[in-house]
Structure formats: C-alpha cells, structure tokens
C-alpha cells in the first residue's frame, strides 16, 4: 500500500482553513508525518503543484518516493476550496492507498483488517439536523434556487430522512477498492469544478466548512447509495474505520494503542503541542529541526 500526502498551495498560502502557530510548526509536521509512515509504507507520493514541490521538496528537502505537481491544474480555482487538492489526488490513484493528512502522525501501520478493506477512513462523524453551519441543507437550497441537482448519491442518501447526517472523517482515508474512491473524487470534483453549479455556490460565500460537505459527508453518501444499488459496479463496497465513534478517535488511551496522532483545528496553533512537536523533531533530527526554524523565519519575513 502507498502513502499519499496532498498539498494545493493556494489556499496555504491564503491562509486558509487552520494554521499552525508558526510556519516552522507546519514544516515540522511535514518532516515527521513522512518520517512515521515511511517506516510502515515505503512507497511514498506527494501530489502537489510547482509552488509547493519548490518549499518541501527543493527548500526543505523532503524525500518522496514519487512527486507530482498535477495540482497546477488547480491555479485557476477558488482557494477557499481547500479540499479540492485531497479530492484530485483520491482521483488520481490507481492502486491500494492511505492518503494521510498533514497533521495526521502513524506511529504504527493500520490494523490488517482496516488496510483490506475497500474503503477506510478515521472515523464517523455524526451530525445532528439542528447543524446549522455550513449545512447539507445549505447546499441543498442553494443548488434547488438554480434549478441545479445535487449528485444523485447525495440526493438518494438525504432523501432516506435521517435525523443526523454522517461524514467520514479523511485524516486518513484509502482502500482496495480505488475504482470506488477515485468515482467520489471525480463527483466531488465535478460538484465544485462544474461552471453550471457556479451561481449555486456563489450564494455561499464562505467556503469553509462546504469543504467537508464535498469529501467528507459525499464519501458518506456514495458509499451507502453504491453498496445497495443492484447495478452500481460498486456494489457491496463498504467503509472500515481505525476508531468506530469520534470519540474513541480522541481518547488518549485508544490514540495510543492504535499508534496514531490526529491534530485538529485549534490544536495546532496550541503552544503545548507545538512544543512536543518541536522536542519530538530535535530528538530525531537535529539539523532538519534547524532547518525548518531557519526556514520557517524566511517564511514569516
């Protein structure tokens, strides 16, 4: 199995989505996030585009297996829509894969059970209907206010009336069956990519928490559309998780045994993460944490 790692520049170089307390925090991770899943998966890729192979491969020095820079087909694209780089490099694979996150730490490789199944990811997130913000039901209204359809997976798993919503939760995310996940990157690229769906979500200006709605909660739709439907060649496809609630995903005791570290939202701008980040790197690599500060301070000046 390859590891995969995504990195659009545009939206990090906007600032966009959550930040690390400092440019040095985000290279650091970079450094250790390859370093820990390189021992388990040696077959290492990182899709990026030019801007960002130029800082982690040429100014970092960051050793990937393979480096594309296909996401310059993305230059074009709105960078508040930070999760169209993650969706175009799902697309792009063509065998067995874990994507990881940047943040996303693997002290210990996946548990069989969840490597062979035809899809994983970390864990289900459930979302209650009063879930207002940057809601399924948002897009939904604004695509209906066009005379635009949302994905028939989307439509056919909304339709059912569940009282919450699921999302899949892609810190990690990957599988066997990449037929499957490369046919919901293409929706979901297709979705914001279309022109014909452009008046639909320029009535949702805040791009933010939309992201989740196009890789998270549609992965959620088109694996229970394809694992029922009697014809769909994805038939009977369905999802393991590495931690069966949100909750368990974030338990320090269940983090520990499954040898894996996640670092959300505002933990990576908390200075007492940065600080174990900062002495982890120092213990394994003392002139590559050098690096990164000197680096890190060109960044910021």
Not at 226 to 233: A, K
Request: glycine share 6%; hydrophobic share 40%.
């Amino acid at each position: 199995m390859r590891a995969v790692w995504s990195f659009w520049s545009k939206p990090f170089l906007a600032r966009q989505g959550r930040t690390w307390r400092e440019p040095q925090h985000h290279l650091l991770a970079w450094g250790l996030s390859l370093r820990l899943a390189r021992k388990h998966y040696p077959e290492t890729v990182l899709i990026t585009d030019t801007a960002g192979k130029r800082l982690l491969v040429d100014q970092l020095g960051l050793e990937f297996g393979d480096v594309s820079t296909e996401l310059d087909a993305l230059r074009h694209e709105e960078h508040g829509w930070w999760a169209l780089g993650k969706l175009y490099a799902y697309s792009m694979q063509d065998r067995p894969f874990i994507h990881l996150d940047t943040d996303v730490f693997m002290w210990k490789s996946l548990p069989p059970s969840v490597a062979n199944a035809p899809v994983f990811a970390q864990s289900p997130e459930f979302h209650p209907p009063l879930d207002v913000w940057c809601s399924p039901s948002g897009v939904e209204a604004a695509f209906a206010k066009h005379g635009l359809p949302v994905p028939v997976e989307w439509e056919w798993s909304r339709s059912l009336g569940e009282p919450a919503y699921r999302e899949e939760n892609c810190g990690i995310v990957g599988g066997q069956r990449v037929d499957f996940l490369r046919h919901f990157a293409e929706v979901g690229l297709k979705m914001v990519r279309d022109p014909v769906n452009a008046p639909a979500w320029q009535e949702l200006p805040n791009k933010d928490g939309y992201n989740m709605m196009v890789e998270q909660l549609l992965l959620s739709t088109c694996l229970d559309y394809h694992r029922h439907h009697p014809e769909s060649p994805y038939r009977g496809v369905y999802v393991k998780y590495l931690f069966p609630s949100w909750g368990d995903a974030f338990d320090p005791a269940k983090t520990a045994q499954a040898g894996y570290t996640h670092l959300l939202g505002t933990s990576k701008g908390d200075a007492r993460v940065t600080d174990r980040l900062e002495r982890r790197m120092q213990s394994e690599d003392r002139d590559f944490f050098k690096h990164c500060v000197k680096l890190g301070r060109r960044m910021s000046a």
